[in-house]
């Protein structure tokens, strides 16, 4: 078992003296003007990183409609242009450039047309693992979740239906633990039964916490330290034989360290 976080946790100094591996959040790393990469910035990020010992996952450009998201990085892959697969692509690119284990992808929006909007998704996502076949790596679609209007691929069958649809050996899923626990409504039963559904297509695993119910903050995904809101963590033990990373996306170094704690002993670790 790999434990990591999101770069928006700490600096890499403090990421490396708790865990293993660490997730660049690229809409979030500053290194877009005008959606423009601006390499001189990544360069020197990525030279701040080469001096500790940490594995990688990357976290593409997705789509978000609130203050803080960058608006020059939004990307639906339900309704992708010529900006929308370059943004892509460049985190395609550095992912293949660090070795990275997995790069996450947020499924795309829906209208009026459900079925239309997630055909739209799945045509463009083969042209993005086509891309990320001829650069060696690998995407891991991610399930969203319920409470919030509008989104794609919150219960894990149409998730699994999308990466079916795609039928790549590069495109398998994210697990979400915190967005499947809104999904699920914080029912337990049901986040076991979500877990078991998407773990044979599991290539990286996303953990913090929450109520379970919608908020008007964040429509309930709160991103708690694990263990500080209502999930069942033991739901993780549905996937299996799955060795890859668990990447902790919360905001502080300390809730890093309480949430690695509650991980393994989910695991039974400690």
């Given amino acids: 078992m790999i434990l990591g976080a999101s770069s928006f946790a700490g600096n890499f100094s403090q990421i490396a003296s708790e865990l293993q ?11 877009y003007e005008n959606s423009i990469l601006q390499q001189d910035i990544l360069e020197s990020i990525l030279d701040e990183l080469s001096a500790f010992d940490l594995q990688t996952s990357l976290h593409a ?11 020059d990085v939004v990307v639906d892959t339900a309704d992708m242009g010529d900006r929308e697969f370059r943004l892509i ?12 284990r997995a790069i996450v992808l947020h499924p795309g929006r829906f209208d009026h047309d459900h079925q239309a909007c997630f055909n739209k998704m799945v045509i463009n996502l083969k042209v993005l693992a086509d891309y990320a076949e001829d650069c060696g790596v690998l995407l891991g679609l991610e399930n969203k979740e319920g409470t919030s209007t509008g989104n794609m691929c919150c219960n894990a069958e149409e998730l699994v239906r999308a990466v079916e649809e795609v039928n790549s050996d590069n495109l398998g899923a994210t697990f ?12 337990r039963t049901k986040l076991h039964e979500f877990a078991k559904t998407l773990a044979p297509y599991v290539v990286h695993v996303h953990v913090h916490d929450n109520g379970g119910v919608w908020t008007s903050n964040y429509d309930g995904d709160e991103h708690l330290a ?3 809101g209502t999930i069942d963590y033991s739901a993780l033990k549905e996937l299996g034989g799955y060795k890859g990373i668990y990447n902790m996306e919360v905001f502080s170094i300390e809730d890093v360290r309480s949430g690695k704690e509650t991980i393994k002993k989910a695991l039974s670790m400690v």
């Fill in 21 to 31: 591996s660490v997730e660049l959040y690229m809409p979030k790393l500053g290194v």
């Fill in 61 to 71: 450009p997705y789509f978000a409609d609130v203050p803080t998201y960058p608006k």
């Fill in 89 to 100: 692509r460049e985190s395609i690119e550095l992912a293949s450039r660090l070795g990275s």
């Fill in 176 to 187: 979400d633990i915190g967005h499947a626990n809104l999904t699920c409504g914080g029912d």
């Fill in 226 to 228: 694990p263990g500080a």
